[in-house]
């Protein structure tokens, strides 16, 4: 089983930037994709971006340019770093791992806000 903890969200203004981690642990050795998914008020959550354990990455298209995934092997952790954000990029982030069996597991989740 793995566990996945968020940190770094917060209140950023318009054309600002965020970053946020996910740290992992339990059997970090088993994770086949972490990705980042968000969910505003009021609406379904959706994909953000993913990373396997190849390294391809994959982008939803309303942060492509914007957004950038990476992780440090070494620290069994995932980053999400957001660049020029945009109100509409306020919503709850969360950090998510498939492992290779299939299971999924999900973080708690940070808030992300705008202000204007």
């Known amino acids: 089983q793995v566990q996945l903890v968020e940190s770094g969200g917060g209140l950023v203004q318009p054309g600002g930037s965020l970053g946020l981690s996910c740290a992992a642990s339990?059997?970090?050795?088993?994770?086949?994709?972490m990705a980042w998914y968000r969910q505003a008020p009021g609406k379904q959550r959706e994909v953000v971006a993913g990373l396997s354990r190849g390294g391809s990455t994959r982008y939803a298209d309303s942060v492509k340019g914007r957004f950038a995934i990476s992780r440090d092997n070494a620290k069994n952790t995932e980053y999400l770093q957001m660049n020029r954000l945009e109100p509409e990029d306020t919503a709850d982030y969360y950090c998510?791992?498939?492992?290779?069996?299939?299971?999924?597991?999900w973080g708690q989740g940070t808030q992300v806000s705008g202000s204007s």
């Open positions: 998510n791992a498939v492992s290779t069996d299939g299971v999924r597991e």
């Open positions: 339990g059997s970090t050795f088993s994770i086949n994709v």
